[in-house]
């Protein structure tokens, strides 16, 4: 599985960024589908993720960004996306997608990661 990050960029605190990571694979759908961040000076951390088709949907968010940040998946794109709102200082960081096989219990497959920076 190839997988690349896409939408970082420079925002304001406050605003918006919708981040997608399409995904070549044809088995998308058996594929629970993660984003990961990583700060400066700071461990990877998990941030949302999304179940694999047959796992009805279900999402994980970090506490830090709950009610703020939506997982979603396109299977007919191949395409997982996380939309940002109200962004904050503390989300800077490069943003990275991962892949996991329905049937395995890590992210085997990694993309390139993308920029955010939230500035004041």
């Known amino acids: 599985v190839q997988l690349q990050a896409y939408g970082g960029g420079s925002v304001q605190a406050g605003g918006s960024l919708r981040l997608s990571c399409p995904a070549s694979?044809?088995?998308?759908?058996?594929?629970?589908m993660g984003w990961f961040r990583q700060a400066p000076g700071k461990e990877r951390e998990s941030v949302a993720a999304?179940?694999?088709?047959?796992?009805?949907?279900?999402?994980y968010y970090v506490d830090s960004v709950k009610g703020r940040f939506t997982i979603s998946r396109d299977n007919a794109k191949n395409t997982v996306y996380l939309q940002m709102n109200s962004l904050k200082l503390e989300d800077t960081a490069v943003y990275y997608c991962?892949?996991?096989?329905?049937?395995?219990?890590?992210?085997?497959?990694w993309g390139q990661g993308t920029l955010v920076t939230v500035s004041s």
């Open positions: 991962a892949a996991k096989w329905y049937r395995s219990d890590e992210y085997g497959c």
């Open positions: 999304i179940s694999w088709s047959g796992g009805g949907g279900s999402t």
């Open positions: 694979v044809r088995t998308f759908r058996r594929y629970a």
